[in-house]
């Protein structure tokens, strides 16, 4: 049976294209959610550019017939702008004027049309539980829903026979009966914990090839490690075989705080570009999103402005520097290194419309953009460009995505079936003691 899908400002401004989202159903938008949506239409955000993208899919619409009677839609459905007269009840008429107004076309449209199902979609949680008060069907809208328990790890562990594992320490390499050879579905770059069934303490860390159809060894790191980090456990090792493989442009990490993210990205940056000469920069930008209450405008440059959000990561390449002795890195800090154009730091704001060739682009906090912005900052990538994006998407910031929406999250399920792309899912904290109690108990 089809259904009425009355949508919700914030739904629209968080993806215009929610309007072609609920295949041969009917799309009501209230006129309210047009009046909400002009007030952003010359805002520079990415809420900005949402508005307008709404505006001209409705003026498009417009065009091939009336939006009060409806116009059909490539999905099957239509789309209808509507408006009501009724009038809220007083016990109901508290709170935003707006969305008692919105709401109430939703309601109307069910008293009208009771030969189908009325559903109000918002992405605000305390308007849902109003329309449920008054008895009206509320979704939350998310085109790809996935629970935080269903996001891809990045590694699997497979119960094999202690030959397999043996042959995999003489030989480097093993083919995994238990594994499906032909499996297309297995993602490339994951990795595998071998584990004897017979003798769990029997065991092996490999990657899957996905050319090979075998199991093969992770990256050999030198003995003194790199910058002076070695890997403390599985996960960080998994992590930096991605971070060091130039095949691998896209590596998504994600963990909470404490687990190395961000200092083995760093590491690794400065490793390809200083030593190996991979790439011409280190550019690292995180999103500004402040904790707890702002402290308002900063004087100075874009680079002095930048310096406050960006001191996380001026701290771990101090780290880095103090734990690497050597001549070629002894005496130097930060300032130095942007000063050679090894080391730069970038707004997301401005790299709209550029193309950045050879450098290793680190986006720190990226839980915190959306899944277009995303896609904005990985279609800035040139000729031999990575881009290492890490969060943690328990820790959100931006009002506007949420733990399994966010660009993040996105990226995960969108390229782990690409062999360009590697994912690693991080849970063991090695920051401290202290930091990893915090991390699980508060």
């Known amino acids: 049976m089809r259904k009425n899908f009355v949508l919700d400002t914030n739904v629209l401004l968080h993806d215009p294209r929610a309007i072609f989202g609920f295949s041969d159903n009917d799309v009501v938008i209230p006129i309210y959610v047009i009046e909400e949506i002009d007030q952003f239409k010359r805002d520079l955000s990415e809420l ?17 017939g009336n939006l009060g009677e409806g116009v059909t839609l490539q999905t099957g459905g239509t789309l209808r702008v509507l408006f009501s007269g009724r009038q809220m009840a007083g016990e109901h008429a508290n709170g935003a004027l707006m969305d008692n107004k919105i709401m109430s076309v939703a309601l109307d449209l069910r008293e009208r049309e009771k030969d189908r199902d009325t559903v109000f979609v918002t992405k605000d949680a305390n308007l849902r539980i109003r329309a449920d008060a008054l008895g009206l069907v509320a979704e939350d809208y998310d085109a790809e829903r996935v629970g935080l328990d269903e996001v891809y790890s990045g590694k699997s562990e497979v119960l094999v026979s202690g030959d397999v594992v043996d042959t995999f320490y003489a030989t ?26 017979a003798n769990p303490n029997h065991s092996a860390v490999a990657k899957w090839s996905s050319e090979k159809r075998r199991a093969v060894p992770l990256i050999r790191l030198p003995k003194e490690g790199i910058w002076g980090i070695r ?35 760093i590491a690794a940056g400065l490793t390809k570009t200083m030593e190996e000469g991979v790439f011409h920069r280190l550019l690292v930008s995180r999103p500004v999103f402040p904790l707890g209450r702002d402290i308002g405008y900063l004087p100075g440059t874009v680079e002095e402005k930048l310096n406050p959000w960006m001191q996380p990561i001026f701290d771990n390449v101090e780290f880095l520097m103090n734990l690497s002795r050597s001549d070629k890195k002894a005496g130097r800090g930060y300032h130095e290194l942007m000063d050679l154009g090894v080391l730069a730091i970038e707004p997301l704001t ?93």
Do not use: W
């Open 48 to 64: 900005g550019r949402n508005a307008r993208q709404v505006a001209r899919y409705l003026d498009q619409f417009r065009k091939e």
């Open 172 to 197: 480097g390499e093993a083919v995994v009966p238990e594994l499906d050879e032909n499996d297309e579905r297995r993602p490339p770059n994951e990795f595998l914990i071998l584990r004897d069934a």
């Open 231 to 265: 890997p403390r456990n599985k996960e960080q090792s998994f992590a930096m075989d991605l971070l060091l493989n130039d095949d691998v442009k896209l590596v998504t990490l994600v963990g909470k705080a404490g687990t190395g993210k961000t200092l083995m990205a």
């Open 350 to 442: 401005y790299i709209r419309g550029r193309s950045i060739p050879n450098q290793f682009i680190i986006v720190d906090e990226a839980q915190n953009l959306t899944p277009h912005e995303v896609k904005t900052i990985i279609t800035r990538a040139g000729d031999g460009t990575k881009i290492i994006l890490t969060g943690d998407p328990y820790q959100i910031d931006n009002p506007y995505v949420d733990s399994t929406n966010n660009g993040l999250i996105h990226v995960v399920n969108r390229f782990k079936h690409e062999k360009v792309a590697g994912h690693v899912t991080m849970t063991k904290g090695e920051r401290s003691q202290l930091a990893e109690l915090a991390a699980n108990l508060l």
